[in-house]
């Protein structure tokens, strides 16, 4: 839902993380970091952000401040009523999620969560679709942390288990290209900290009837800062518009 038309404006939240192993200096922070005076001095149609964060490369340290931000007094209470089971049965690689009652919508118009984080071998952009409920780090994160083949949340059942967002990433994609970006669709977002934030967003998404998506960059000497901030801003006023 956009602000045209006398609409609500989308309440927007970005994240990027900081340096991490093998990334002295991440391109999310700086997007994150400068993405506020960027859309100022662009002047383009106003864009609501709620908060720009820059999260700990660290699983349990990024998810601890990531809680505070989603649980914050800006954003949707939970539902009435408890999330209540999980579906038997796997579907592909996933499970279906059924909740006993709807999502509550907010109050304030509609709150999209959008997590940057890097790809260092990647040459252009990546909307993921999926998170796992598998916590298997290729190194230690930034607090010293490398859990291996363990579940992000126990309840939630098996390794394979994956939550999807519910934004439109096919249309997202096209709408994106068509503005000359080089992006793809994506339905694997590792399993190191991107994932692991991820997973609990797009949870607590589903409860709190938000939305939630990850987006892999490149690294800056692939793609330029100034067309990645141009990228994130045409990200979010698509998602104004549609």
């Given at each position: 839902m956009g602000s045209e038309g006398g609409l609500e404006a989308v309440r927007f939240?970005?994240?990027?993380?900081?340096?991490?192993?093998?990334?002295?200096?991440?391109?999310?922070e700086t997007l994150v970091s400068k993405l506020r005076n960027y859309i100022k001095e662009e002047g383009g149609p106003p864009i609501l952000l709620e908060s720009c964060t820059v999260l700990e490369t660290a699983g349990k340290g990024a998810l601890g401040r990531l809680l505070e931000l989603l649980n914050g007094p800006l954003q949707p209470s939970a539902l009435d009523t408890k999330a209540k089971s999980e579906v038997n049965g796997a579907r592909g690689a996933g499970r279906k999620v059924l909740l006993d009652g709807a999502p509550r919508k907010p109050a304030q118009g509609k709150i999209i969560w959008i997590h940057l984080g890097v790809n260092g071998g990647a040459s252009r952009f990546a909307l993921e679709r999926r998170a796992y409920n598998e916590a298997t780090f290729r190194c230690p994160d930034e607090a010293g942390w490398q859990p291996w083949k363990e579940p992000i949340l126990p309840e939630d059942?098996?390794?394979?288990?994956?939550?999807?967002?519910?934004?439109?990433?096919?249309?997202?994609?096209?709408?994106?290209?068509?503005?000359?970006?080089?992006?793809?669709?994506?339905?694997?977002?590792?399993?190191?900290?991107?994932?692991?934030?991820?997973?609990?967003?797009?949870r607590h998404a589903l409860i709190h009837g938000t939305e939630s998506l990850f987006v892999h960059v490149p690294a800056f000497e692939v793609v330029g800062e100034d067309v990645q901030l141009e990228f994130v801003v045409a990200l979010l006023r698509t998602l104004n518009s549609i």
């Open positions: 939240n970005i994240t990027g993380f900081s340096k991490f192993h093998g990334v002295a200096d991440n391109p999310t059942g098996p390794l394979d288990f994956f939550r999807e967002t519910v934004a439109p990433v096919d249309e997202l994609v096209g709408a994106l290209r068509k503005q000359g970006f080089d992006c793809a669709p994506s339905t694997d977002a590792g399993r190191f900290v991107c994932n692991y934030v991820y997973y609990h967003s797009l």
